[in-house]
């Protein structure tokens, strides 16, 4: 009898493999099994710890802006043009090699092969040399502390002219090396970017649909397909503002005065620059967003063990996140000088995104809704990550509006909203997915008690920071400013303030030295975890091995039966059924869905 | 090793047809797209993404000659030549075109071959495909020293606007690299073919992985794409 097994809901059997077990790259030595490894997980952890080691450098720089803001004239050691180059570092960090690393390099190669039930990813060395120009990149991206000039002081967004004039801190060096940092990153990027989306697609285990992936793969994947045809316009805008830089031309550089003389350009358009860079940031926020959407839903469903509700729905949600996309950059722009009824209809595109989102957030709390709810860690982190979200998400009403965005412009109600939505959101899904992953990547669990404190320490934290800033916002000081002066309108208790979120930012900065330390002292001290610490149903908890050994599945592939989300199913023996479970050995009652 | 064998197995014969025989592959396990090799899938992802690449080039450059003060120089007037004291406009790009597209003739050619594995033949269409390429690289050349001679510069040259040679260098340039990786590719994949790596299924150096002569029709993909983007440049940079 041929092994064809049944599926239980249907009643219709699972297709024989349509491809041949695949035969691994097996290491030789050391150094091909732990530094130059083809092995999705080691690939993994090598992003993630290069990504981690980058954001702390951005996580000090955002330390130093906040002690000249809170306590300008201070600070000797920060002068105005140091001041532009921490903020461009921190933002251009934060994005892009931080939390875009982490997400889909990090995330997505630990948990996209163990997910769909793969060996490794399709193309394992492709893979690798994803890693090794990422890692390129951000050795480029760090140089520029050391080059003559410093870093480039443009701001994040890169906006030329004033990008590559004299006068911008780093036009000697540092924005070259950050143009070609930038490069490089999307070469980078696409090797393994393509890997993610290829897996996914088309190296699925038997019996997994689309339809029964978790949707922290259906993130991964949709924010991987989006990084693809985004990235392209940050790499064409970077490639012109290099040559305007280093050759001359004119792309983007209008006839203007340098330093009291007629500069030797003339004729480009400076808004072309910013519709390629927008073209590519706003969906760099959903590509930063998606995943964040995708685990978070899972680390709910696990811990209050409860199916996700309504999971076709957040599919689609996510999908349309997707698609919409790609059709709001310009609300980006709205002061930027454009024809009015481009405003009107960017306003109506982003306004409409609320609509998915909105659906997901419904289906996060309807999932929580007579939920057996575990405050483990993991679920604390996405219940902060869900209020985080709705609050920065309200915001986003605000500035998606033209006429109540322009007085909001270049204020720090923009930097209160995009922390929100877009930084602590998202981080607060980076540290709970750690703290649920975390045993299955070494086989210990974090010590819980530290991470509760870690988990209050950050959410109260942020709030403490951000929510204050919307309101400095509102009385409309500026964001970007190295120092504020005595303008009139501005109140003494706005510098008060300042001085206040100078402080538990500090604060809220060193406590996260806990959860450091407690990263490494898990590793060694930590309990042992077991294969599935969280009883959770999805295929990664079910490997042979803990930590899943190289081929990650042992001699058979798993074959999955059902969704990833069987949690309390009535008359089951357990609380949870792994998707791998055959159906007969269930019980009476099924899953509810296929 | 066999994913990238599996173009042309019999699996998904008996499907359903059009939009209900896709949705019911989509809505299957292991592959979405049914009887295409991993190999094949990415690169056809990579076209996708590199396409968004050239569109970004392209639009730029038109974006800057339509709002450029400056007059436009004619393209017509700038890439003629004086050939037997004849002065023909665009002949040398139209020569250049004529040899980028019929070397995506015998790129089809091998492919054909290719599957038939007949390895000779197969190598010899390839190298002629690589040669074809190499002339339309050597005559891009060409005209760059032309151009530079007359003195366009990316910043400037003697007949308008600026940008018209910023963006002639960069454009042509970004198109003239994918033509010689494919150059570079296809001679190293002729020698797979011409030593019989393919026959014996003989492992890569880098990846240890089996070959299979589906890798000519993969290279094939990416080759018809780049003479596809000339088109568009063609038609855009050089008949505007």
């Not at chain 1, 019996?207 to 994947?221: K, Y």
């Not at chain 2, 030593?195 to 880098?206: A, L, Q």
Request: a neutral charge; proline letters at 6%; glycine letters at 10%.
């Amino acid at each position: 009898m041929v092994d064809v097994p049944y599926d239980g809901i249907a009643g219709t059997a699972i297709p024989p493999a349509e491809v041949p077990d695949v035969e691994l790259y097996h290491p030789k030595s050391w150094l091909t099994r732990y530094v130059f490894s083809q092995d999705a997980k080691i690939i993994a952890i090598q992003y993630s710890l290069t990504a981690s080691a980058i954001g702390l450098v951005a996580l000090v720089l955002s330390w130093l802006m906040r002690l000249q803001l809170g306590f300008p004239g201070t600070f000797s050691f920060i002068d105005a043009n140091q001041y532009l180059q921490f903020i461009t570092m921190h933002g251009m960090i934060m994005v892009i090699y931080l939390l875009t690393a982490l997400f889909l390099g990090g995330f997505g190669n630990y948990l996209i092969p163990l997910m769909v039930g793969a060996r490794d990813m399709v193309f394992p060395y492709v893979n690798m040399l994803s890693y090794w120009v990422y890692l390129l990149a951000v050795l480029v991206l760090a140089s520029t502390f050391f080059v003559p000039g410093g870093p480039t002081g443009a701001g994040w967004t890169l906006y030329p002219p004033q990008a590559i004039l004299s006068g911008t801190p780093g036009q000697d060096w540092g924005i070259v090396l950050m143009l070609a940092s930038l490069i490089l990153f999307i070469i980078g990027f696409t090797m393994g970017g393509l890997n993610y989306v290829v897996t996914v697609l088309q190296a699925r285990t038997r019996g997994m649909t689309l339809m029964r992936l978790p949707l922290t793969v259906w993130g991964i994947f949709t924010a991987t397909v989006m990084a693809l045809l985004a990235f392209p316009a940050l790499f064409v805008g970077s490639v012109m503002l290099l040559l305007d830089r280093l050759l001359g031309t004119s792309f983007f550089m209008p006839a203007l005065i340098e330093m009291g003389q007629l500069s030797k350009y003339g004729g480009g358009s400076p808004l072309l620059f910013q519709h390629l860079f927008w073209f590519f940031g706003h969906p760099e926020v959903y590509i930063v967003a998606l995943p964040a959407f995708g685990i978070v839903s899972d680390l709910i469903s696990t811990h209050a063990r409860k199916n996700i509700f309504g999971y076709r729905m957040m599919v689609w949600a996510i999908v349309a996140i997707g698609a919409l996309s790609f059709v709001v950059w310009a609300h980006h722009m709205y002061v930027s000088g454009m024809y009015p009824y481009f405003g009107y209809f960017f306003a109506t595109t982003t306004l409409i995104i609320a609509i998915p989102t909105a659906i997901k957030v419904y289906n996060w709390v309807l999932t929580l809704w007579r939920g057996d709810i575990h405050l483990t860690v993991p679920m604390l982190f996405a219940l902060g990550f869900i209020i985080t979200f709705v609050n920065g998400g309200l915001t986003g009403l605000f500035l998606g509006n033209v006429v109540v965005d322009v007085p909001l412009s270049d204020t720090m109600f923009v930097v209160a909203h995009f922390h929100m939505v877009m930084g602590v959101a998202p981080i607060m899904v980076v540290l709970g997915a750690i703290y649920h992953w975390y045993p299955k990547v070494t086989g210990r669990m974090l010590n819980a008690g530290l991470g509760k404190f870690h988990f209050w320490v950050t959410f109260l934290g942020a709030y403490l920071i951000f929510f204050p800033m919307h309101y400095l916002g509102l009385l409309g000081v500026p964001r970007r400013y190295f120092e504020l002066g005595d303008a009139a309108f501005i109140p003494p208790s706005a510098h008060s303030l300042n001085a206040f979120i100078t402080v538990v930012a500090l604060t809220v900065g060193f406590a996260q030295m806990t959860f450091l330390f407690n990263l490494v002292w898990s590793l060694f001290e930590g309990e042992p975890s077991g294969g599935n610490p969280w009883r959770a149903t999805s295929l990664e908890w079910q490997t042979p091995e803990t930590p899943p050994g190289h081929g990650n599945w042992g001699k058979e592939l798993p074959i999955v039966y059902r969704w990833a989300y069987d949690y309390s199913v009535p008359g089951a023996a357990q609380d949870f059924i792994p998707q791998n479970q055959p159906p007969t050995n269930t019980g009476a009652v099924q899953g509810a869905a296929s | 090793m066999a994913e990238t064998m599996l173009t042309n197995t019999a699996q998904g014969a008996g499907r359903l047809p059009g939009w209900r025989g896709i949705a019911a592959d989509w809505a299957s396990d292991q592959r979405a797209f049914k009887n295409v090799s991993w190999g094949k899938a990415m690169m056809w992802i990579f076209l996708l993404s590199d396409t968004f690449i050239f569109s970004c080039f392209l639009l730029s450059y038109m974006t800057a000659r339509m709002s450029t003060t400056v007059p436009w120089p004619n393209p017509s007037e700038v890439f003629a030549l004086n050939i037997g004291g004849k002065h023909i406009p665009l002949i040398l790009i139209a020569i250049m075109t004529f040899i980028l597209i019929s070397s995506s003739g015998t790129m089809a050619m091998a492919v054909n071959f290719g599957y038939r594995r007949d390895r000779v033949r197969t190598a010899i269409l390839m190298l002629v495909t690589a040669a074809f390429g190499a002339t339309f690289v050597g005559m891009q050349a060409f005209e760059w020293t032309k151009l530079i001679m007359e003195g366009v510069r990316p910043w400037g040259n003697p007949w308008g606007a600026a940008q018209f040679g910023s963006s002639f260098f960069m454009i042509t340039g970004f198109h003239g690299t994918h033509v010689t990786i494919g150059v570079i590719f296809l001679i190293a994949i002729a020698r797979k073919v011409w030593r019989g790596d393919f026959d014996v299924e003989r492992r890569g150096f880098f990846t240890s992985r089996k070959g299979y002569y589906e890798i000519v029709e993969i290279m094939g993909l990416y080759w018809h794409f780049v003479d596809l983007v000339w088109v568009f440049i063609f038609a855009f940079f050089y008949l505007w």
